[in-house]
């Protein structure tokens, strides 16, 4: 067999064609089906040429992964699966091809998440009884609370209206009073910023230890627009210097709460989404050099990283364009009109999107739901 280093569309599907061939599954077309499904783009003359190479072969060697982390793959199975990259689809499929039970906690989630999403309350009861029908001890606790208090349940998964002005209400009180405020390192979880920080004048409530840091958060196209738009332009002509976002020490994972850092030759971009709808764009303010303090209450340490697989490609080429994009699916979603930012090269496109509470990176195409709103001179 003759190996060609050149990367293809087949490439992240390989490990998974390696396994059912293993399996004793050798037709090209029905391998083709599979990885479809999973989001492989290519043709189907791609995945027969690969199988016509495995035929010399009775058993092939899987293609090496390395180990997920459980966070990570807490992610995948609570992220929407047509968001997940296709690498991380088939790592999800194989974990759930071990293990069972996490395939079945997968689907509850998801399922809860779809009925929540889709104002689908009526189907609680039935939601219910699945979790309850397969015995998995941590979902089956919650399920069976939300079973005492079911009619309540079903009327905030079917009205279209939220306690969010509430806790935003809630929020400001706790602010105005310092002495209701909690010290963060008193607190077993992670703050992110927009938790407690939605305007310049909140700049002091929690940075996340980040020097420099003074998230405000805007909500809509318009807010950003308005706010932003202009200084956005300067950037286009601009070299991408450099850019960084925060890792942990420990497991080298993305905290994906912190801003993702962009140097457009000495004019630093710093973009950061929270909650379903808020984004922060800062300029020149924050220090990657310095340290992040003021976590020691957390299990991991955070520091400033300049590499990252999915930002590096564009580093040294000049901007294109940049846009601001709106989220707007045609069905009823939560999290409808959340402003991504889009930063166009010539060699591709650089998006930095709300994914759910956290900032999420992603390259290529934008999904048809996003309507553009170009930036131009």
Sequence with gaps: MKMVNRTTLLDDCKSYLHRR??????NASQLYREVQALGYQGSRDGVGRYIRLLKGTTVVPPAPRSASRPRRILKW???????LRLDEAL???????VCPELEAATGHVRGFADMMTNLRGHELPHWISGVLRDGLPAIRVGAQGLHYDERAVIAGLSLPWGSGQVEGQVTRVIL???????????LPLRITAGRLGRGPEDSAAVNMGISGFKPSFLIGIEAVR????????????????RCALVRFIEDGDWFADCPVVLDFDDLQVEVCHSKLDELSIGWNTIDTAAPIAGLEWSELTPQWSHGDERLEPFVGQELCEVALLEWRPTEHDLAAGTVA???AFADGCLRIVNGLDENRIERGAAQPEYIRHRLGR
Excluded at 91 to 97: G, M, Q, S, T
């Design 21 to 26: 061939w293993n399996e004793g599954f050798r």
């Design 77 to 83: 199975i609570t992220i929407r699966p047509e968001l």
């Design 226 to 241: 308005q706010a932003h738009g202009s200084r956005l332009t300067t950037l286009v002509g601009r070299r991408l210097a």
């Design 341 to 343: 930012v889009e930063f």
């Design 91 to 97: 790592d999800l499929k194989e974990i759930h091809a």
């Design 176 to 186: 105005w009073n310092p002495s209701s405020q909690v010290a963060p390192r008193s």
